[in-house]
């Protein structure tokens, strides 16, 4: 069972910058690819970024591209988003998503994803 705790959710206005954390434990990090997903008020949970397991591969939505990056430290088992020049529409809950695989894919939508924390919340005042 893994388990994984976000953080570093805030309030911050237009254009600033905020970096999340997801600190898992409880699995062998290495063989998980991660994600980032958020959830604004009244819409559905969507996919931010994503990185495969080794850290080869990343997947950005159209709206992360260019100001969000995804990283990941399979030492520290920890993987982050750095959010820069952040928009209101940013605003939501930021799930870390954790899925077991066997090699460098990504994970590109929430169904059949093994794990989430429980998320932190960004607000982007304007």
């Known amino acids: 069972q893994v388990q994984l705790v976000e953080s570093g959710g805030g309030l911050v206005q237009f254009g600033g910058s905020l970096r999340l954390s997801c600190a898992a434990s409880?699995?062998?990090?290495?063989?998980?690819?991660m994600g980032w997903f958020r959830q604004a008020p009244g819409k559905e949970r969507e996919i931010v970024a994503s990185?495969?397991?080794?850290?080869?591969?990343?997947y950005y939505a159209e709206s992360a591209k260019g100001r969000f990056a995804i990283s990941r430290d399979n030492v520290k088992n920890t993987v982050y988003l750095q959010m820069n020049s952040l928009k209101p529409e940013d605003t939501g809950v930021y799930y870390c998503?954790?899925?077991?695989?066997?090699?460098?894919?990504?994970?590109?939508?929430?169904?059949?994803?093994?794990?989430w924390g429980k998320g932190t919340l960004v607000t982007v005042s304007s």
């Open positions: 409880g699995g062998t990090f290495s063989t998980y690819a």
């Open positions: 990185l495969s397991r080794r850290g080869g591969r990343q």
């Open positions: 998503a954790a899925d077991s695989r066997w090699d460098e894919s990504l994970i590109t939508i929430g169904n059949g994803v093994d794990y």
